[in-house]
């Protein structure tokens, strides 16, 4: 591979617009954008197949920046190969409202395919793009019909690789044998602490080799393109391992400063950018300029990205013509469109039937769905006989040399990587025409919460299944039992809560979830068997909280979640020996009931009688839907269930007794103040 004076100058370019952008703003981090130049060059000019005029492209290459900090180098070469990020929008780089934030944000920047920032997030993203590429392959290629065979290509430094998350990421790709995804670590030796030589000093590549990955070096990554370029193309020959391509760079790249902590977050020195541009032939009195023929130099790359598209797109019509069932569906899942009537296959409940676990009840669901939803991928943290998210007849996403499975199977093993494992799911929904599932216990949510919150800025359609989610997992003891969590993700923008009573519950949890295709959803289930619960049904649980039993002239409401749901009826039976009215709220999800109109809300949580809430967990956040609220605000305890709820005064006859007291306050008070006549809620 041959390279000319224009590759020097485009690479130029961009370590100059990265100071330009990085000032202006005065913000950001222009050190890594100038010493990867080089590398994002090469991708975006020599290997990669992208179509600037249909963004997505179901086959494209997928670029994913780890060290989103570095992200004035993706905004600049979105803004070279035509894609719809301007100048302008380079000059309002990290300002409110611009197409240009701080760190990369999927949704508001064209051309991104992951949100990033949080180091090593990216990493495990990666990971879930190339998991997508090789099920939607399996899935879906027929001899002489390769629709799929993209790479994944995921830019990373220094911080990425001290991330626990890309550990546990990089360990299960190589697991899987992801041979098309490959990682560039951009290696400078320089954190914001100093040289890496203070707190960094492990053989990564080797530790990459015992991951099972393919490793090469690249001694020069500031000017050696020729290296560069060959290890990409060594890397692409390697079909059965993940490759790892380690390049040494300068942090910098050109600023005095260059190799030191210096240029890694702070704008360069006006005087630096000066040097710098007159170094490499810039008018130094000009900012923000790029020469017609750089800017033709990509658009011609990116033109033959779109004579790709069209390739791809005519092959599809052949397809289509052979294969016209699995064609319509490929259509259906990438347009995000889900098999019609497939919700009648939820199952539904009666008082009459047995009680039983929701993680059971789940369990009961996906048995029932995994067949119409073809784009329904799940997997557990190494939890499966606990989470039972695994249908009778799933097949396990493995690599088909181990006789374990294949790349078509819809059953991931994820192993005890639960935040590995959240970073992947957010890969897997960002490649398109899946929607993927995970589990774990509730309490371990926690483990994976930064990918979590990821899931829920980006808007990715993620299922978090999640079960053993109180006290009621008994023995295991305060270690295992959530008592904060729910708070959590409740309090989590975007993130929807279900905590489902029943299986009537339970089922319409997971008709939500499946239907809202922006923003991800928990479910929180039980270990322990409940009751089928009178008045429960599907649609109400869509509600997000509903009255569960009514009665004129009552005293007081009770609002439950989960578990405890049943624990308020019995409170109710027992209120009722003592001539007190009580209503019952189910409250599967407040994050859904609070998206209800107020004529609604007002209705199930009524003015003029106090309301009392009970959940297993703690009653922070609780005085917005209560004016009273029993629960934990302690750690829980070790022993069997019941003997847990009974030490923690989660009992009908304690609950009972609490109520009347709540209600005999307020009779005193003379006034019970409205929880939903409020002007901002």
């Given amino acids: 591979m041959s390279f000319t004076d224009e590759d020097r100058l485009a690479i ?15 913000s950001g981090h222009p050190g890594a954008p100038m010493g990867c130049a080089p590398i994002a060059h090469l991708l975006f000019s020599r290997f990669m197949k992208y179509n600037p005029k249909n963004p997505q492209w179901a086959n494209r290459d997928r670029f994913v920046l780890s060290n989103g900090h570095a992200c004035a180098l993706q905004y600049i070469l979105l803004h070279l190969t035509g894609y719809p990020t301007s100048m302008n929008d380079l000059k309002q780089f990290r300002q409110v409202d611009s197409r240009t934030p701080g760190h990369p944000e999927c949704h508001i920047t064209v051309g991104i395919e992951v949100t990033t920032g949080p180091l090593g997030q990216g990493f495990g993203n990666a990971v879930g793009l190339a998991i997508g590429e090789a099920h ?22 220094d911080g990425c690789m001290q991330e626990g998350v890309a550990s546990e990421a990089a360990s299960l790709a190589g697991h899987l044998q992801l041979g098309k ?14 040289d890496t030589a ?16 393919h490793v090469l070096v690249v001694e020069d990554g500031d000017s050696d393109l020729e290296s560069i370029a060959h290890a990409i193309e060594e890397a692409k020959k390697v079909t059965d391992k993940p490759s790892l391509i380690k390049i040494y760079t300068t942090i910098g790249f050109g600023s005095l400063n260059q190799g030191t902590e210096k240029v890694h977050g702070s704008p360069l020195k006006a005087d630096d950018i000066v040097q710098l541009k007159r170094a490499w032939g810039f008018n130094p009195d000009e900012n923000f300029v790029v020469s017609q023929k750089i800017y033709d130099f990509y658009h011609a790359k990116a033109a033959g990205g779109a004579k790709a598209n069209e390739e791809w797109n005519a092959l599809f019509e052949k397809y289509s013509a052979a294969y016209p069932q699995l064609a319509a569906d490929l259509k259906r899942r990438l347009d995000k469109k889900l098999p019609d009537g497939w919700a009648k296959e939820l199952p539904r409940f009666t008082p009459a039937d ?15 769905i995994a067949h119409i939803l073809p784009e329904l ?21 493995q690599p088909e040399n181990t006789g374990i499975g294949h790349y078509a199977g819809r059953y991931f093993r994820f192993g005890v990587r639960e935040h590995g494992m959240s970073a992947a799911l957010n890969g897997i929904n960002a490649y398109g025409g899946m929607i993927p599932a995970g589990a774990t216990f509730l309490n371990f949510i926690t483990y994976a919460f930064g990918a979590v919150r990821l899931s829920a800025l980006s808007g990715h359609h993620i299922l978090y299944i999640m079960t053993h989610d109180s006290i009621g997992l008994g023995e295991d003891g305060p270690t295992h039992q959530p008592i904060e969590t729910m708070a959590l993700i409740r309090a989590t923008p975007n993130l929807v809560d279900f905590r489902p009573a029943d299986g009537n519950e339970t089922s319409g949890a997971y008709l939500y979830a499946i239907e809202t295709k922006t923003r991800p959803t928990v479910l929180s289930l039980t270990r322990q068997d409940l009751p089928q619960l009178e008045g429960s049904s599907i649609e109400k649980t869509l509600k997000g909280g509903y009255v569960l039993q009514d009665i004129e002239g009552a005293d007081v409401t009770l609002v439950g979640t989960g578990s405890e749901v049943s624990l308020c009826v019995d409170s109710a039976k027992l209120l009722k020996e003592h001539g007190i009215k009580a209503r019952v709220v189910s409250m599967p999800s407040t994050t859904v009931f609070d998206e209800q109109p107020h004529g609604y809300r007002a209705s199930v949580l009524i003015d003029g009688v106090p309301t009392v809430s009970v959940e297993a967990m703690t009653t922070f956040g609780w005085d917005r839907y209560a004016h009273e609220c029993i629960g934990i605000d302690t750690f829980g305890a070790s022993g069997p269930y019941k003997e847990v709820y009974k030490h923690f005064g989660l009992v009908p006859d304690v609950v009972t007794e609490k109520v009347r007291k709540v209600i005999a306050f307020y009779k005193k008070e003379g006034s019970v103040p409205s929880l939903v006549r409020k002007y901002f809620h």
């Fill in 12 to 26: 130029n370019t961009i370590r100059v617009l990265a100071a330009d952008t990085v000032f202006k703003s005065n």
């Fill in 377 to 397: 991928v799940v997997g557990s943290a190494d939890l499966t006989g606990s989470n039972l998210t695994r249908w009778k007849d799933a097949v396990d996403f």
């Fill in 136 to 157: 939607m392959a399996a899935t879906f290629n027929k001899p002489g019909f390769e629709l799929f065979n993209n790479y994944t290509y995921v830019l990373l430094g």
């Fill in 198 to 213: 203070v707190s960094f000093t492990e053989d990564v590549a080797k530790r990459y080799e015992g991951y099972g990955w």
């Fill in 181 to 194: 995804l490959i990682a560039l670590y951009d290696d400078n030796h320089v954190s914001i602490d100093g």
């Fill in 354 to 368: 047995k009680p039983i676990a929701t993680r059971k009840m789940s369990e009961a669901v996906l048995n029932k």
